[in-house]
């Protein structure tokens, strides 16, 4: 009886070492997302003010911000809905 109990305790104690869970992850290796600082700015480029009638007529300009890659961050009116558009200093839309 006693080697029946000994040897069950040999197997759960072996079978338990593959129960171990992996190491976590280093977080130093994780990327980071950055955010991108914007400033408030009066006027945007005529190029960003024609892409932005063109693409929602009607739409009157709220706010308009830039960033150090000569992003604008645009927040728009339309009708009774607010959005939040981006486009580069030539009118290009930016999907962000």
Do not use: C, F
């Not at 997302?33 to 693409?55: G, S």
């Not at 927040?75 to 030539?90: F, L």
């Amino acid at each position: 009886m006693k080697k029946l109990i000994l040897s069950a305790a040999l197997i759960m104690g072996s079978l338990s070492t593959y129960a171990v869970t992996a190491p976590l992850q280093n977080p130093q290796n994780q990327s980071i997302l950055v955010q991108e600082r914007y400033v408030v700015v009066e006027t945007v480029p005529d190029a960003v003010k024609a892409a932005l009638e063109t693409a929602h007529p009607g739409a009157i300009l709220e706010k308009a911000y830039i960033n150090e890659k000569k992003e604008y961050k645009l927040e728009i009116t339309v009708g009774d809905q607010k959005a939040t558009v981006y486009a580069d200093a030539e009118g290009n839309w930016i999907n962000k």
